[in-house]
């Protein structure tokens, strides 16, 4: 779509507004409002400004001044507004050099595709997510001197069927790890996905299909067909725009936390990659679960620098809280095909050559996926520049295997701050033509340190009470 068709857009949907948006390092979307009179075309050349100082991790009051410049293709109808309004995806840049910001998460996915391309690996990289998220009836919580808590509540979860506070409880609730494809009215939340899948599509986006998922309290999913790196994290934008406020206009709250439930499963983002050249598919061929020999290279680039590709994958703290066994979570660095216990899995649904890809199932959807897809790509790069073996295959249930075995398998990190000392080690495959910056490893580092582990080192938690109050 070319700026002139924008405008035409507006003036054909009667568009008042325009609301112009972008993505800050740690995946939160911002936005500023103008009336549609003011979009011109001068506007996606020239930008409109902005005072980058108040962004997280982005520039010094000192140097605050940035601009936003909407990207054309980008454009939708935002579906929740009562005014008319159109909303466009924008890049960052600096006013006075010019130069696209190194720090814009957007700018860094655009230079990993770049760099893919000029690599010779191939000319595309497709990147199908699968992210799930609960949607619960009530969520209530604080942190203070004095107290912490959080009190989460859902219609189906299983702590409520005893509840004498619904008139009638009427049953039908979902047992912990027992949540995968149930029927209505079991399943509470049909109309609400079928909601949010029907806005996705009015929205530009291609849904494959939705469903709930294995979580009692309304955990969901809804898959969207594969595309191209930059388009995907665009569309993961959306997606979670859409399932919070289609839940909040519904009375409901939605989160894309990795586990907000204690012993039942965590919320994944099971991510699909593939590569292309010159529309042919490069990942079918004839070696181990019908992958190319790029492929299983692909495979060990993942598998090597997984432990700092999860700083990316897994951003939080709570990310750790999932990835834990017992849950369905990919906790070893293996792959297998149809296994569902390895970090990386081959599917075999369908072995059409188009279908043939790599599905690396640590990330969550907590991630900003502009960040968390660069990274996988320029890990899958690496492992195929540099022939990097996958090793075995490990073709059994990880999980059921005795310590002493398990003990033999390279794992992911426990913490984020773990994590994070990977990622200070090994992030020279990221820095591979600028895609990955210094200043964004080194800020990305130190504000999660700052602001995440550290604030979580020293608070007490509320199960230590439990553990130590009368020690």
Known sequence: ????????????????????????LHGIWHHSTIPVKKLVEEVFETGL???????????????????????????????FTELPTLNLICNIQDPITGEDYSRDPRNIVQKAANYLQASGVADKAFFGPEAEFFIFDDIRFDQNEREGYYQIDSVEAQWNRGSKTENPNLGYKIPYQGGYFPVPP??????????????MIKCGLDVECQHHEVGTAGQGEIDLRYQSITEMADQMMIYKYIVRNVAFKNNRTA?????PILNDN????????????????????????????????????????????????????????????????????????????????????????????VEFRCPDPSCNPYLA??????????????????????DCDI??????ASATIARTPESLSQA??????????LLRDDVFTPDVIDTWIQTKRDHEVRPMQTRPHPHEFNLYYDC
């Not at 902005?50 to 982005?58: E, L, P, T």
């Not at 996988?376 to 295959?393: E, T, Y």
């Open 1 to 24: 779509m070319t700026p002139a068709e924008v405008l035409r857009l507006c003036r054909e949907n009667d568009v008042k507004a325009v609301d112009l948006r972008f993505v800050d």
């Open 49 to 79: 400004g902005f005072d980058g100082s108040s962004i997280r991790g982005w520039q010094p009051i000192n140097e605050s001044d940035m601009l936003m410049i909407p990207q054309a293709n980008t454009a939708f109808i935002d579906p």
């Open 186 to 199: 079991t399943d509470h939340h049909m109309d609400i996905r079928n909601e949010m899948m029907r806005t």
């Open 255 to 259: 989160t894309f936390m990795p586990k």
């Open 266 to 357: 965590g919320s994944g983002m099971h991510v699909h990659i593939s590569l292309w050249k010159d529309d042919t598919p490069l990942f079918a061929g004839s070696d181990y679960g019908g992958l190319s020999e790029m492929a299983l290279h692909a495979i060990g680039g993942l598998l090597k620098h997984a432990p700092s590709l999860l700083a990316f994958t897994n951003p939080t703290t709570n990310s750790y809280k999932r990835l834990v066994p017992g849950f369905e979570a990919p906790v070893h660095l293996a792959y297998s095909q149809r296994n569902r216990s390895a970090a990386c899995r081959i599917p075999m649904i369908n072995n059409t050559p188009s279908a043939k890809r």
């Open 373 to 394: 897809f660069s990274a996988m790509l320029m890990a899958v790069i690496d492992g195929v520049q540099n022939k990097i073996s996958p090793g075995d295959p490990l």
């Open 399 to 404: 999980y059921s295997l005795d310590e002493e």
């Open 420 to 429: 994070l000392d990977a990622l200070a080690a090994d992030h020279e495959y």
